[in-house]
């Protein structure tokens, strides 16, 4: 059967839409990322992670495309992408340049996370409406002007396993926030318009605390920010991801991306928003299978047309990387397509920090064991 969203140059899809029942919104979804990332992504490469460059021509390009704005909600004018579109749309971004598939992450959970995700949470009905004008703010920024936002994360203590308070602080002052910490491993430092941070809210003789946790937009130009230190890893360099420090930087109210109380209750009843990473190295997966294939059929660029298909070991590897391909994505699929606030007893996984394999052992046995509201007399 034709398939009218491809043309003759084009990659096959990593999720086939009739295969995976994908939406015929996601179909055109991959379709756009997939055919972006062949032309645009994939030539730019290997310049910006050997340079370590910020490959801002990608997301203009994506701005261009509307995907700098594919989770903002079709009623505020974006593509309006839920947690599984996304997550497919970007693991075709990743098979083609994973520094941009990292980076395009951080810069869409802004979106994803005060969209969709916030919908999903308890509000006040004074919070859900002052969020809601809020986001808008933040959205025609993006689509609009092409606002590139980020989420610095990692302090490189205990807060990223959400046991502690976030050591960055946001102090509270007459119409917004001082807010003064550092964040390390700060994807898009220097390239951000806004740093989305995770800040601990705290008034004078108050004592830290994770229920405090606000989300704040911080301008880049704002006095105070600094991005500091170098950024020279062995892979994907082109994230630069160096170390931000805030000095009493300040951020007016209406930098706020979620109302207070509302990442707490995200982190601890939608641990599926830790996942919006995993799309680049699935992406990556499907590129070194893309790889091998074109290489043993003498059909990699800048490399000579000699044909090794022919030998029978490397047909056995390359059946086995395909299996171990296809079970993996097998199994990604579902559990993106499980993404939800308080997911049941058979969704629960091993992610990432906070949501650590540890942490999720626990929850698993605890829950496996109670009965929701069950208690030991």
């Known amino acids: 059967m034709h398939d009218p969203t491809r043309d003759a140059t084009d990659d096959a899809p990593m999720f086939a839409p009739e295969a995976f029942r994908l939406t015929d919104a996601e179909a055109e979804l991959i379709a756009k990322a997939r055919r972006l990332g062949r032309r645009a992504l994939a030539p730019r490469a290997a310049e910006h992670d050997r340079d370590a460059t910020f490959p801002i021509e990608n997301f203009r390009d994506m701005h261009r495309e509307g995907l700098l704005g594919i989770c903002i909600p079709t009623e505020d004018g974006g593509l309006g992408a839920d947690f599984r579109a996304y997550c497919v749309a970007a693991a075709e971004l990743g098979r083609y340049c994973g520094s941009t598939a990292l980076s395009f992450n951080m810069h869409v959970c802004s979106t994803l996370w005060s969209g969709a995700l916030a919908d999903?949470?308890?509000?006040?009905?004074?919070?859900?409406?002052?969020?809601?004008?809020?986001?808008?703010?933040h959205y025609r920024r993006i689509l609009e002007d092409g606002a590139i936002y980020s989420q610095p994360f990692s302090e490189g203590g205990a807060a990223a396993a959400g046991t502690v308070a976030f050591g960055t602080e946001a102090r509270p002052v007459e119409g917004g926030f001082l807010i003064s910490g550092k964040k390390i491993f700060a994807s898009l430092s220097g390239a951000a318009d806004y740093y989305g941070v995770l800040c601990t809210e705290r008034s004078e003789g108050d004592a830290a605390s994770r229920r405090n946790t606000l989300y704040l937009a911080v301008p880049a130009n704002a006095a105070g920010v600094e991005v500091i230190g170098p950024w020279d890893p062995l892979g994907m360099r082109a994230t630069v991801s160096r170390t931000l420090v805030f000095r009493d930087a300040f951020v007016p109210e209406d930098g706020m991306l979620m109302p207070r109380g509302v990442y707490y209750q995200a982190a601890t009843r939608w641990p599926h928003m830790f996942l919006t990473l995993s799309p680049t190295y699935m992406g990556l997966a499907q590129a070194a299978y893309d790889f091998t294939v074109a290489y043993l059929r003498g059909e990699?660029?800048?490399?000579?047309?000699?044909?090794?298909?022919?030998?029978?070991?490397?047909?056995?590897?390359?059946?086995?990387?395909?299996?171990?391909?296809?079970q993996t994505k097998a199994l990604w699929f579902q559990a993106i397509s499980e993404a939800r606030a308080d997911p049941s007893k058979s969704q629960c996984g091993s992610l990432m920090l906070p949501w650590t394999a540890e942490i999720c052992?626990?929850?698993?046995?605890?829950?496996?064991?109670?009965?929701?509201?069950e208690r030991d007399e």
């Not at 999903?120 to 703010?137: I, Q």
């Not at 990699?300 to 296809?326: H, S, Y």
């Not at 052992?361 to 509201?373: F, H, K, N, W």
């Open 361 to 373: 052992l626990d929850r698993l046995g605890r829950e496996a064991l109670y009965e929701p509201g």
């Open 300 to 326: 990699m660029p800048g490399t000579p047309p000699v044909k090794r298909r022919m030998f029978a070991t490397k047909q056995i590897a390359v059946a086995e990387m395909r299996v171990a391909l296809e």
């Open 120 to 137: 999903d949470l308890e509000m006040t009905p004074a919070d859900r409406s002052a969020h809601r004008e809020r986001r808008r703010f």
